[in-house]
């Protein structure tokens, strides 16, 4: 069993940089892909970004590619996700999840594993 939590939010303005990390305890971490999740008010939960178990292979929500970048640190049992050019509408409270797979998993519903949530807001 893994536990998540998520740190690093808060409110940046429009355009601006963030980076959202999320801390795994127990063992075994690198057998773990790790996804981004985030939920907008009045909105469903939607994926943003995963990783595989080793870091080689990513995949990305239409809506952040070439905007945000998920990376791991196995050693740190730790992954994070880099914001940047940050919009309004990526306003939303992030989560990070995991579930035991050496590939990339992007449906929400295969990940075993859920954080907390930290909050993201962005301003105008």
């Known amino acids: 069993q893994v536990q998540l939590a998520e740190s690093g939010g808060g409110l940046v303005q429009a355009g601006g940089s963030l980076r959202?990390?999320?801390?795994?305890?127990?063992?075994?971490?690198?057998?773990?892909?790790?996804?981004?999740?985030?939920?907008?008010?009045g909105k469903e939960r939607e994926f943003v970004a995963g990783?595989?178990?080793?870091?080689?292979?990513?995949?990305?929500?239409?809506?952040?590619?070439?905007?945000?970048?998920?990376?791991?640190?196995?050693?740190?049992?730790?992954?994070?996700l880099q914001m940047n050019s940050l919009k309004i509408e990526d306003t939303a409270v992030y989560f990070c999840a995991a579930v035991v797979s050496s590939?990339?998993?992007?449906?929400?519903?295969?990940y075993r594993y859920w954080g907390q949530g930290t909050q993201v807001t962005v301003s105008s």
């Open 103 to 110: 590939t990339v998993v992007i449906t929400e519903v295969d």
């Open 51 to 80: 990783i595989s178990w080793n870091g080689g292979s990513t995949y990305y929500a239409d809506s952040v590619k070439g905007r945000f970048t998920i990376s791991r640190d196995n050693a740190k049992n730790t992954v994070y």
């Open 20 to 41: 959202v990390s999320c801390l795994a305890s127990g063992r075994l971490f690198n057998t773990y892909a790790m996804g981004w999740f985030r939920q907008a008010p």
